[in-house]
């Protein structure tokens, strides 16, 4: 199956009600303790997140290590206005910044970032490259980056039995959504090509479960 991009940009009220809504726990969780794992050695490491959302997996982080500084980051002003409001009810303030961002252009200077992370972002970038670019040039060079996505299936058939499986409880716009995103996604060998060019091929790239893949890494050795 080609991929079939998918918009950029999710910035309506109804866009980022029905995400924040999805139940994306599991997974959420799973990235959260990827990513907290990669900076244990580190006193304050300083974090971003690239295409955060809603700023689910920051507060998932926040809330099981102290000493945490993140600055994270979306194009879509409704995704940051609903982000703001979970830090907000969290009582995070202090510790994750919410701003909005673009993920081919980040303000931020060379280098600056102990992690950088990005959860379901990659696959809406028409040419992910740029983002891939941005991180590698952002983090550190002994930092870490954890990346993970949704990877294309075979055919559409295949991408809706997922939907099917992975997403029953699910109204059917966000039935559809999810499918929109599988069709958009990239395969891992696609990834591996990606990172390569980016400058981020020392990552490890894998499946972490049977619609997701994973490429993540200390950099620097």
């Known amino acids: ?38 900076i244990e050695p580190r006193a304050s ?33 409704e995704m940051i206005r609903l982000g703001e409001e979970n830090v907000a009810r969290a009582g995070l303030r202090e510790v994750i910044r919410l701003q909005v961002m673009d993920a081919k252009r980040l303000r931020s200077e060379d280098r600056r970032y102990d992690l950088v ?11 992910p490259i740029a983002g891939l670019r941005e991180i590698a040039r952002v983090v550190k060079s002994d930092g870490s980056v ?22 029953a409880g699910e109204s059917p716009r966000q039935q559809q959504l999810f499918f929109d995103s599988l069709c958009a996604a990239l395969t891992p060998a696609e990834v591996e090509r990606a990172l390569e060019q980016a400058g981020l091929g020392a990552l490890q790239v894998s499946m972490v479960s049977d619609r997701h893949w994973s490429a993540e890494g200390r950099l620097g050795g």
């Open 1 to 38: 199956m080609e991929r079939v991009l998918e918009p950029e940009v999710m910035d309506t009220v109804a866009d980022a009600t029905e995400y924040d809504a999805m139940d994306f726990d599991e997974p959420n969780l799973r990235f959260a303790l990827a990513a907290l794992a990669l």
């Open 45 to 77: 490491p300083e974090i971003l997140d690239v295409g955060t959302g809603t700023a689910r997996i920051p507060i998932l982080m926040a809330e099981r290590r102290a000493g945490l500084s993140i600055v994270a980051a979306d194009l879509a002003r």
């Open 117 to 127: 992370m990005c959860n379901s972002t990659i696959h809406h970038l028409p040419d």
């Open 146 to 167: 954890i990346i993970r996505d949704l990877a294309r299936p075979a055919s559409t058939s295949d991408a809706w039995a997922i939907v099917k499986r992975a997403a």
